[in-house]
């Protein structure tokens, strides 16, 4: 306000002067080159109070409603953010502000540079994740400390893993582990210096807290008061997961196919380096099956039975067939009690839909079942033969 009266003040002092000498001039010519001089004076003497201001690069716009002026230090930060850094520029204003006026004050970034020592600001990187993942260790009954591959002799082998790492792409982080059923993990993750991580609130410790990644999981990250969100997505292939475990009764003698008067062949009951009941053996009654939904929720609580190989040409296959007897009668993925199961290998068929295909037309033409036998039902899984993760096959 008093910027504004000594303004005013001046205005009148110009305004008065240039009154009394236009009358004392004696030509016309001499007072308009008097009324140019004055008007000139005039309006050094509106802007010269302001220009000894303390007005800093402010970049805002106030209105004041109030019936009476007041003076304030106004602060605004403007913020500048890319994929890797945050720049944040502080801009101050300080002035006196009168009633029903709005300021429109530009802030012009045009002169800055990268000279922190200069302007004042400074650059730092954005808090993030630079590794996430599980350790087998760490997750010890739910992650498998192997992965079957098929080497260039078209046999299976075991891979041994120690780790499970996600890939990291922008904001998001996903992983398929392809006989996940339980989604209680523990992850491992690295964040950068000085970040903290936290789900829902709660803070994260890498390798130690566990976490449901039943539905995907926000993690954030944060450092100096900026916070970073990552969307975590663990999924299986999206099929049940059957849990096969074999006691050690019954007989695992080897069986052999090929070779010559019994030299050479194939062990046909073996699979990798475990060995499966021939299909000529009896039955037992301690093997241990559970079967999961894909979301992790169990469809057949474990029970007993017994398990071993199947077919005549197919067990021979690399990928092997198994047949499942249960002790007591039970409802598998929607299909009808029993006792009777069976994985099938598809071994020969690559795209692994002829044998579904061959179940859905029986359903619908009903053909070769007499005497009020049910169709035969057909259910895709993946089962896991403890502690090892077999192949896709339908379940019937």
């Known amino acids: 306000m008093e910027t504004c009266r000594q303004a005013a003040l001046c205005a009148c002092a110009v305004s008065l002067a240039y009154g009394i000498l236009s009358h004392l001039l004696p030509t016309e010519r001499f007072a308009k080159q008097l009324r140019l001089i004055l008007t000139l004076l005039l309006l050094i003497a509106l802007i010269q109070p302001f220009l000894h201001q303390d007005v800093s690069l402010p970049a805002l716009a106030i209105q004041e409603d109030s019936q009476s002026a007041y003076t304030q230090q106004y602060t605004q930060a403007l913020t500048r953010q890319t994929e890797a850094h945050l720049a944040t520029f502080t801009a101050i204003c300080q002035a006196d502000f009168?009633?029903?006026?709005?300021?429109?004050?530009?802030?012009?970034?045009?002169?800055?540079?990268?000279?922190?020592?200069?302007?004042?600001?400074?650059?730092?990187?954005?808090?993030?994740?630079?590794?996430?993942?599980?350790?087998?260790?760490?997750?010890?009954g739910k992650l498998l400390n192997n992965k079957l591959v098929w080497n260039?002799?078209?046999?299976?082998?075991f891979n041994s893993v120690s780790t499970y790492p996600a890939t990291i792409s922008g904001s998001e982080v996903n992983l398929m582990i392809p006989y996940l059923y339980d989604f209680?993990?523990?992850?491992?993750?690295?964040?950068?210096?000085?970040?903290?991580v936290s789900v829902g609130g709660v803070k994260q410790t890498s390798g130690v807290t566990e976490v449901d990644f039943t539905q995907p999981v926000t993690y954030t990250v944060e450092s100096d008061g900026v916070k970073r969100d990552y969307v975590v997505n663990i999924t299986n292939t999206g099929l049940p997961v059957v849990v096969v475990q074999q006691s050690a009764s019954g007989d695992f003698?080897?069986?052999?196919?090929?070779?010559?008067?019994?030299?050479?062949?194939?062990?046909?009951?073996q699979f990798v380096d475990f060995m499966v009941r021939d299909k000529d053996t009896e039955w037992v009654q301690?093997?241990?099956?559970?079967?999961?939904?894909?979301?992790?929720?169990?469809?057949?609580?474990?029970?007993?039975?017994?398990?071993?190989?199947?077919?005549?040409?197919?067990?021979?296959?690399?990928?092997?067939?198994?047949a499942i007897k249960l002790v007591e009668k039970h409802k598998v993925l929607g299909m009808p009690k029993h006792k009777r199961w069976v994985l099938l290998a598809n071994w020969l068929d690559h795209s692994m839909i002829r044998n579904a295909v061959a179940f859905d037309l029986a359903h619908a033409?009903?053909?070769?079942?007499?005497?009020?036998?049910?169709?035969?039902?057909?259910?895709?899984t993946s089962p896991a033969s403890s502690p090892r993760h077999l192949h896709n096959c339908p379940g019937c």
């Open 98 to 140: 009168e009633a029903e006026v709005v300021y429109n004050i530009p802030l012009s970034l045009k002169n800055y540079a990268a000279q922190a020592e200069t302007f004042g600001y400074k650059e730092s990187k954005l808090p993030s994740l630079s590794q996430f993942g599980f350790s087998v260790e760490q997750n010890a």
């Open 152 to 157: 260039r002799s078209n046999q299976p082998q």
């Open 184 to 196: 209680h993990l523990v992850p491992t993750f690295t964040a950068s210096e000085g970040a903290t």
């Open 253 to 269: 003698s080897p069986v052999t196919s090929g070779g010559f008067l019994g030299i050479g062949g194939n062990t046909v009951n």
């Open 286 to 322: 301690d093997d241990q099956l559970t079967i999961y939904n894909a979301d992790g929720t169990l469809d057949v609580p474990t029970a007993l039975c017994g398990v071993r190989l199947r077919g005549n040409t197919s067990k021979a296959f690399p990928k092997k067939p198994f």
């Open 365 to 380: 033409f009903e053909r070769a079942w007499k005497c009020c036998c049910p169709p035969p039902s057909d259910s895709r």
